[in-house]
T-cell receptor, first 111, second 118 residues
């Protein structure tokens, strides 16, 4: 069964304190791995798509990486405005564009 | 582009009442997804439409839930009768790839409808 596990569930950082969020996945064949950011009271906002092991993508203070079993979202020198829930989702091969979401990591960055 | 539009943003109703949630996907997108988000279960896919046709409704919890997509720019999710355990945030998302294209594409989410059933 396709499965996505995110860790930690919650993370508290001081402003400027870099860290990483983990997304472990078990799928029959990965077609794409997605990272979304979700602010309270809003819908998930697309950040990145990764397609194959070794791929990396960056956006401002965020960098996403992918291996055959997991993905990391690295946050460098975070700011309070980076506080949000970060969701990971996978699209397994076979069938339509169905995403399996992890439970998310709640990030709080304090000044 | 205005993005995915959902209405209402908040809905409070009493148990037993009918609830209708509405979604307008991004223009040009031909795939539409309805999700439900709760603290306990996270984001769950309820139903998926491609070219206005329901492809997978295996996530619809029970017969009280129904969804329609009469045209490419409008979809509804209806709950009748509603129950307190239906309280959740319901999201609509759309993407631009055909159903079985063999590749993937980004799903763009609307702002959600927060449903409270008393």
């Amino acid at each position: 069964e396709d499965q996505v596990t995110q860790s930690p569930e919650a993370l508290r950082l001081q402003e400027g304190e870099s860290s990483s969020l983990n997304c472990s996945y078990t799928v029959s064949g990965l077609r794409g791995l997605f990272w979304y950011r979700q602010d309270p009271g809003k819908g998930p906002e697309f950040l990145f798509t990764l397609y194959s092991a070794g791929e990396e993508k960056e956006k401002e203070r965020l960098k996403a990486t992918l291996t055959k079993k997991e993905s990391f979202l690295h946050i460098t020198a975070p700011k309070p405005e980076d506080s949000a829930t970060y969701l990971c989702a996978v699209h397994a091969s076979g069938g339509y564009n169905k995403l399996i979401f992890g439970a998310g990591t709640r990030l709080a960055v304090h000044p | 582009d205005a993005g995915v539009i959902q209405s209402p943003r908040h809905e409070v109703t009493e148990m037993g009442q009918e609830v209708t949630l509405r979604c307008k996907p991004i223009s040009g997108h031909n795939s539409l997804f309805w999700y439900r988000q709760t603290m306990m279960r996270g984001l769950e896919l309820l139903i998926y439409f491609n070219n206005n046709v329901p492809i997978d409704d295996s996530g619809m919890p029970e017969d009280r839930f129904s969804a329609k997509m009469p045209n490419a720019s409008f979809s509804t999710l209806k709950i009748q009768p509603s129950e307190p355990r239906d309280s959740a945030v319901y999201f609509c998302a759309s993407s631009s790839l055909p159903a079985l294209s063999g590749s993937t594409d980004t799903q763009y989410f609307g702002p959600g409808t927060r449903l409270t059933v008393l």
